[in-house]
T-cell receptor, first 116, second 112 residues
Framework: EAGVAQSPRYKIIEKRQSVAFWCNPI?????LYWYQQILGQGPKLLIQ????????DSQLPKDRFSAERLKGVDSTLKIQPAKLEDSAVYLC??????????????FGPGTRLTVL | GQQLNQSPQSMFIQEGEDVSMNCTSS?????WLWYKQDPGEGPVLLIA?????ELTSNGRLTAQFGITRKDSFLNISASIPSDVGIYFC????????????FGEGTQLTVNP
């Protein structure tokens, strides 16, 4: 079974530029997550989708970050404009479903963003 | 948001030694999880714990869900070089639904 796919793997941009990341979850997984992992820290949830609806975006900096999952499968995360502090690895994860009881989240390899 | 205090931050051990790391929080968690992350990869689930007092093993790994529901530990016995990596605790807080909160990680180095 194919895992979570992410692209690009690496991206270098200058501050104030825009950037977009793409994620393709495991087939059949209804729930998709975007995490931000700053160097030396654990992942922090940015947004969670259930099919194409947003379940939790309370930690997403909405003035500059946006995400969509239009057809309930692939998802894109965008940053516009980027700041230096956005330098991090952006991880996508998916699970069969989400709820009170934990359903295993499978993580992609991440996109490493460097903002200069 | 809730922070998980994970310790130690890093460990340098000899191959064959046992390792222990732990995670504490100020609030109650419904689920405790332990992940391992290799360079350039996403975290991979090692062990999941679902109720207070639960003790679960996965090969050389053993983890426990604290009775107070505010802590968990992970033990690795007879370490081998491929155990090198960053270990994260994570959990689902009682009041945060399905959201996972991660600890800061423990960097493990195993010298052959």
């Amino acid at each position: 079974e194919a895992g979570v796919a992410q692209s690009p793997r690496y991206k270098i941009i200058e501050k104030r530029q825009s950037v977009a990341f793409w994620c393709n979850p495991i087939s059949g997984h209804a729930t998709l997550y975007w995490y931000q992992q700053i160097l030396g820290q654990g992942p922090k949830l940015l947004i969670q989708f259930q099919n194409n609806g947003v379940v939790d975006d309370s930690q997403l900096p909405k003035d500059r970050f946006s995400a969509e999952r239009l057809k309930g499968v692939d998802s894109t995360l965008k940053i516009q404009p980027a700041k230096l502090e956005d330098s991090a690895v952006y991880l996508c994860a998916s699970s069969f479903i989400s709820g009170v009881y934990y359903n295993e989240q499978f993580f992609g390899p991440g996109t490493r963003l460097t903002v200069l | 948001g809730q922070q998980l205090n994970q310790s130690p931050q890093s460990m340098f051990i000899q191959e064959g030694e046992d390792v222990s790391m732990n995670c504490t929080s100020s609030s109650i968690f419904n689920t405790w999880l332990w992940y391992k992350q290799d360079p350039g990869e996403g975290p991979v689930l090692l062990i999941a714990l679902y109720k207070a007092g639960e003790l679960t093993s996965n090969g050389r790994l053993t983890a426990q869900f604290g009775i107070t529901r505010k802590d968990s530990f992970l033990n690795i016995s007879a370490s081998i070089p491929s155990d090198v990596g960053i270990y994260f605790c994570a959990g689902q807080e009682e009041t945060s639904g399905s959201r996972l909160t991660f600890g800061e990680g423990t960097q493990l180095t195993v010298n052959p």
